[in-house]
């Protein structure tokens, strides 16, 4: 198999580059959670210390929300607030997901590229260098450039976890 970072041909070219490090990271997280059965997806490690796949997957979506709209300029609207967050629960942790198919995750996930894409055909290389504020308890800044990156380098972060809690999901199910 051969790998290349190609930009795409509807975008500038580095807007292309970018958007192609989220569209790869979100094909490997379909690759790397496919096949789970519900109560993998739901799994929570052991002793259900750690957030589950599902929660992961949602709140990378919501993270990517968060980030597109900021890229457009606008504010996340209520709809996609309340379908996709919050960001954290009222104990500042990831909040629960349970029962939500992959299928319904993954084609919900689709639909958030497919958004990002929208968006990146919008942009030019030098809309790249403008400033947006993010975080949501203490405001940082970064540019819109770094912003598509940390879409991706989040997606990949994250995925670290997925591979482990299928590790334990298998470790756990041999010994049952």
């Given at each position: 198999?051969?790998?290349?970072?190609?930009?795409e041909a509807n975008?500038?070219?580095?807007?292309?580059?970018l958007?192609?490090?989220?569209k790869?990271?979100?094909?490997?997280?379909?690759?790397?959670t496919d096949g789970?059965?519900?109560?993998?997806?739901?799994y929570?490690?052991?002793?259900?210390?750690?957030?589950?796949t599902?929660q992961?997957?949602?709140?990378?979506?919501?993270?990517?929300?968060?980030?597109?709209?900021?890229i457009?300029g606008?504010?996340?609207?209520?709809?996609?607030?309340e379908?996709?967050g919050?960001m954290?629960?009222?104990?500042?942790?990831?909040?629960?997901?349970?029962?939500k198919?992959?299928l319904?995750?993954?084609?919900d996930?689709?639909?958030?590229?497919?958004l990002?894409?929208d968006?990146?055909?919008?942009l030019?290389?030098?809309?790249?260098?403008?400033?947006v504020?993010?975080?949501?308890?203490?405001?940082k800044?970064?540019?819109?450039?770094?912003?598509?990156?940390h879409?991706?380098?989040?997606?990949?972060?994250?995925?670290?976890h997925?591979?482990?809690?299928r590790?334990?999901?298998k470790?756990?199910?041999?010994s049952?």
């Amino acid at each position: 198999m051969f790998y290349d970072l190609q930009g795409e041909a509807n975008m500038s070219p580095i807007v292309g580059i970018l958007y192609s490090a989220v569209k790869e990271n979100s094909q490997r997280l379909q690759l790397i959670t496919d096949g789970m059965s519900q109560e993998e997806i739901d799994y929570k490690g052991p002793n259900n210390k750690f957030n589950s796949t599902a929660q992961l997957i949602q709140h990378i979506m919501y993270v990517d929300l968060n980030w597109i709209y900021r890229i457009k300029g606008q504010p996340l609207p209520d709809s996609l607030k309340e379908q996709y967050g919050p960001m954290i629960d009222a104990n500042n942790r990831l909040p629960m997901v349970k029962g939500k198919s992959l299928l319904t995750l993954i084609t919900d996930y689709e639909g958030v590229i497919k958004l990002l894409e929208d968006t990146c055909t919008q942009l030019t290389d030098a809309d790249l260098d403008k400033v947006v504020t993010f975080g949501h308890e203490n405001e940082k800044q970064a540019t819109i450039r770094w912003g598509i990156w940390h879409m991706a380098d989040h997606n990949r972060y994250h995925q670290a976890h997925i591979n482990q809690l299928r590790k334990w999901y298998k470790e756990n199910s041999l010994s049952n």
